[in-house]
């Protein structure tokens, strides 16, 4: 590829299409950046090296990794990715090894975290940041997410075990990665904990850039109240958006609404799809 050519392949979603392919609920995509292959999320290690291997991908071919956040859907198959490549660098958030959990509607607390088999693991091949990072010239680390929108919360399922008990977990490892280009940015996501107006917000205070040629992941918003997707959706004429490609977590009542706003500039992740821009 030319170094000025970015290229995504969707590795591991919710969605497929091809019968050769397996979904999972998780994320996980290959970008690659001239001759950089950066892999975004692992998905939770179900479906990573079934797909890689369907799709010709090679694994081992990565450069770096970096991890959106500490869930499993987005962890887990770091395992299945370390086996033949365990000096790789990994970006993530120093809160990405917290062990979070989930409050099911039973009352029992489910583990959701980073898994668990890895925790005693060498972690001198991370590299950690909790403000903007810049990886290379044109890749961007966002850091933690200033929560500025009113609509964006945190949801209350969400908490971390202490020593004092349980606590509400803010989220603060969520990050997203852009990429940028000429002619605007190219922002990928994990599941937008933080906010997708939140997270846009800060980008175009970090860069001074509005244009964006893609945005990419999950967004959160499979359970949100009807109020929370409408002002999202108002809140995107903010700013100039070319393509979205929502998957994962994004919820289907919530992706037809935002279809029928915005019409071709979005569609489907699905696995196995790919994206080239120059």
């Not at 509607?105 to 060498?122: A, E, F, S, W």
Request: charged share 25%; glycine share 8%; net charge positive.
């Amino acid at each position: 590829m030319k170094n000025n050519q970015v290229k995504l392949t969707l590795l591991c979603d919710n969605h497929i299409e091809r019968s050769d392919l397996l979904a999972e609920h998780g994320l996980s995509f290959l970008i690659e950046i001239g001759k950089t292959n950066i892999l975004f999320d692992t998905g939770q290690g179900l479906t990573i090296k079934h797909n890689a291997k369907k799709l010709n991908i090679d694994l081992n071919s990565v450069d770096m990794i970096i991890l959106s956040h500490g869930h499993y859907d987005h962890t887990g198959g770091l395992k299945e990715v370390l086996q033949n490549k365990s000096e790789v660098k990994i970006y993530a958030h120093p809160d990405i090894f917290k062990p979070k959990y989930k409050k099911l509607k039973t009352g029992k607390m489910k583990y959701i975290g980073y898994p668990q088999v890895l925790l005693k693991r060498n972690r001198s091949n991370f590299i950690f940041n909790t403000e903007p990072f810049w990886i290379s010239k044109n890749i961007l680390l966002t850091g933690q997410i200033p929560r500025i929108t009113s609509f964006e919360k945190i949801e209350e399922e969400f908490y971390v075990k202490s020593d004092e008990g349980w606590v509400k977990d803010e989220l603060l490892d969520d990050q997203a990665l852009a990429i940028n280009t000429p002619s605007g940015l190219i922002l990928i996501l994990g599941c937008a904990h933080s906010g997708l107006i939140n997270i846009l917000r800060y980008l175009v205070k970090i860069t001074d850039k509005k244009d964006f040629l893609l945005v990419a992941g999950g967004i959160h918003l499979k359970n949100a109240s009807k109020e929370k997707v409408d002002r999202t959706i108002e809140a995107l004429g903010e700013f100039n958006i070319q393509k979205f490609v929502l998957s994962h977590c994004t919820g289907i009542p919530a992706f037809i609404k935002i279809y029928n706003t915005l019409k071709d500039k979005v569609s489907l992740g699905e696995v196995g799809k790919t994206w080239q821009i120059l």
